[in-house]
Structure formats: C-alpha cells, structure tokens
Nanobody, 124 residues
Framework: QVRLVESGGGLVQPGGSLRLSCAAS????????MGWYRQAPGKQRELVAA???????NYADSVKGRFTISRDNAKNTVYLQMNSLKPEDTAVYYC??????????????????WGQGTQVTVSS
C-alpha cells in the first residue's frame, strides 16, 4: 500500500510564500505523472500543477508565474513552491500520483493515489 504524505501547508499573509512537499511511502518503480490539486470550500477540486516522468510541467492559468512544481526522484518526492500567494489561493491542497507503480513480489502494481490534503490559508 502506497501512501502520499503531504507537508508544508499553513497560514501565510498575502504576498508570502509556502513550499508543499509530497513524499511517497514506498519505492516507486515508475509513475506517469504527479500533481497538485486544490479544493476551496464550495468549489470543485481543480488541477494546480503537474509534472510528468519526463519533467514536462503544466500549470493552471491562475498560478502561472507564481507556482513551481518540481520532483526529486531519488527521494520519491514532489514539491510545489508557491510565491506571491493571494487570498484566492486558500484551499486544501492534495497531492496526486497518476499510474504509480511499485513492485510487489516481482509484479508491478499500478494505481492512482491521493494524499490526505494539507490546508493553505492566505489571509492578513
């Protein structure tokens, strides 16, 4: 069973920065892409940023130029650096792994996984 463990959320003033981390609990054989989603109260969950296994990135228009997604394959970790935060960035942020494969008794087992979510609040 793979768990994605998120950290780095919190309360920050407008214009401030936070760095979210998402670490996979198991050794990854392969993963198609990893990303960050967010869900604000009363709104649908939306994609914030994603990075493929080849390093290609994709961002929501609302965060382009302010957020940066990166990954450290050796640490099985993906990061989201968030700068110039705005009150509208307030949400629960979720880490996602798309087609993450681990080896179980020489057999690759592939699934999609979600983290438990971390709260980001931008307020003065």
């Amino acid at each position: 069973q793979v768990r994605l463990v998120e950290s780095g959320g919190g309360l920050v003033q407008p214009g401030g920065s936070l760095r979210l981390s998402c670490a996979a609990s198991a050794r990854i054989f392969s993963v198609n892409a990893m990303g960050w989603y967010r869900q604000a109260p009363g709104k649908q969950r939306e994609l914030v940023a994603a990075i493929t296994n080849s390093g290609r990135t994709n961002y929501a228009d609302s965060v382009k130029g302010r957020f940066t997604i990166s990954r450290d394959n050796a640490k099985n970790t993906v990061y989201l650096q968030m700068n110039s935060l705005k009150p509208e960035d307030t949400a629960v942020y979720y880490c996602n792994a798309n087609l993450l494969c681990t080896i179980v008794s020489v057999t690759p087992i592939c699934n999609d996984y979600w983290g438990q979510g971390t709260q980001v609040t931008v307020s003065s």
